[in-house]
């Protein structure tokens, strides 16, 4: 049997036992392990679980992941989420649907702090449905635009999917962050564009709020200052050569905590909560990469993205034909994939694909981590909307589901934008650094 | 106190112990930055000491979060089957990260006698010190697929995943 049709028997068993329950890292590692042994023999075990489960958790570059989750942790138990949506609320509450689009502007500033999709989505769900509800806003549409706004935590830097992206495919993470911050705003503006929609065809979805007087709007803007000045802090600090990412990330995680402290919010238990969390999410990451590191050693000397090149060459595919499959590809696995898991299984395969077809590896980095971000708001697997009926007190999961399609549609608009566009997102990194 | 429950206290007590190492980090990140900023003075070998204290945090975290089923894994296609049958896919699950991660921690106990003498690049700490962590975490993390394996077996599914 050629080694083509092993990586792709492989690509198969491993998916067969993803579906069957088996952790992730835990199906990765068999299916290298078992696959490297028939292409390469007994003797590459050695090396392949000798070197490369420890050579992939030891560089410095990962340290930056523990950094930015405990960044966000903090953050999250900062009660930062509730001030950015209060005003919010205060500037743009007034409009019609105004609550819904001062989730998607409160979503993307917690994005900025936290990177964390699932988390911001927990707490803004916490914050925003209730306002909404008490509001006489549809459930649908509440639902929807927290699920939506909650993954613009993962687009917009610093995020925690595009620093394993950058460090799995040895690109800049600074490049990459900026490389973010246009698709994010893209996608927070096509969020809000999605709710005008909904609420000029149907008004009874979101009755309008009663205006917010000056004074209210003043102190809204103070209350904007303390993430302003955390975001300002983190990515300054990177683009101004004052600090290497990791650097700060820590600054980050700790000005998280002090402003945990500042807000009277750093107890014992917040502590503890944080640095639970913060283990228990690079614990995940960090097991994800040990199988990663098998898999991905399997995958080259299967020779399998050469078999595919090989094939897209036969068929006189064009190149954008080529990403927009994946894109598919990409968004049909997010039904039932984690993000990271999708990115990491993956990218063995099309990384090699897309180099070879001479894109650039930053703009293909935004398309990916926009569209693994897609997944977390798609049934059935949408770990979103799981989150949100199960925060949020009488919400069902098809209640979200349904709230979510506008925004699935703007996803698509957006995607579409970015693929065909690369200009979106490489525009400031080349114009910066 | 049973094995389990035993073995399930250790484990997180190891993984909470572990994420000091990450609030050792961020402080000697700072107190460097600080130095910098304020003096010519650095921390010295900081590259090192932090991907120490990262490893150390990381690798000491996975075995417990075996036993809080926190490793990704996709209930969707087994949610809906008998539960003896996703019991059974439980334990072959566990059976097979026992599996993989003995021989992770095998082939890497043998390379990590092979770079016994090696250091790192800065401030020269003993590569066994890297070593170490990670080895410790792979190995309570076999323990914990035991003991994870013990559990269903005695106990059954978890009252969460019968719901």
Known sequence: MSPPIIGAIGVFALLVLIGLRVPVAIAMGVVGIVGGVAINGWTSLGFVLGSQPFVTVVPYSLSVIPLFVMMGAFAARAGLSASLYQALHALIGHWRGGLASATVGACALFGAVCGSSLATAATMARVAIPEMRSLGYDDRLSAGVVAAGGTLGILIPPSIIMVIYAIMTEQSIGRMFLAGMVPGILAAVLYVVAVTIVVTLRPAMAPRAPRANAAAKCAAFGQLAPVALLFGAVMGSIYLNIASPTEAAAVGAFGAMVLAAARRKLTWEVVRESLVETAQTTAVIFLILVGTSVLQFFIETSTLPTLLLELINRFNLPPFGVILIILVIYIILGCFLDSLSMMLITLPIFFPLIIKLGYDPIWFGVLVTSVVEIGLITPPVGMNLFIIASVTEKMKFEVAAQGVLPFLAADCVRLLLLASIPSLSLFLPSLLM | ?163
């Not at chain 2, 975490?137 to 005695?154: E, H, K």
């Open chain 2, 1 to 163: 106190m049973t094995f389990e429950s035993a073995s399930e206290r250790v484990l997180r007590f190891v993984s909470f112990a572990a994420t000091f190492m990450f609030v050792v980090g961020v402080l000697l990140t700072m107190a460097d930055i600080f130095l910098r900023s304020v003096s010519t003075l650095t921390v010295h070998g900081m590259v090192d000491m932090m991907q120490l204290c990262v490893l150390t945090g990381a690798m000491l975290a996975i075995p417990h979060a075996f036993l809080s089923d926190q490793h990704v894994a996709i209930d969707l296609f087994v949610e809906h089957a008998p539960t003896r049958v996703q019991l059974a896919l439980r334990i072959v699950a566990a059976l097979l990260a026992i599996a993989f991660l003995s021989g992770v921690l095998w082939f890497s106990y043998q390379q990590a006698l092979n770079e016994a003498h090696d250091t790192s690049q800065t401030i020269g700490i003993p590569m066994t010190w890297y070593w170490a962590p990670f080895l410790a975490g792979i190995a309570l993390s076999v323990f914990a697929n035991f003991v994870l394996m013990v559990q269903l077996w005695r106990h059954g599914l978890p009252a969460k995943a019968i719901e």
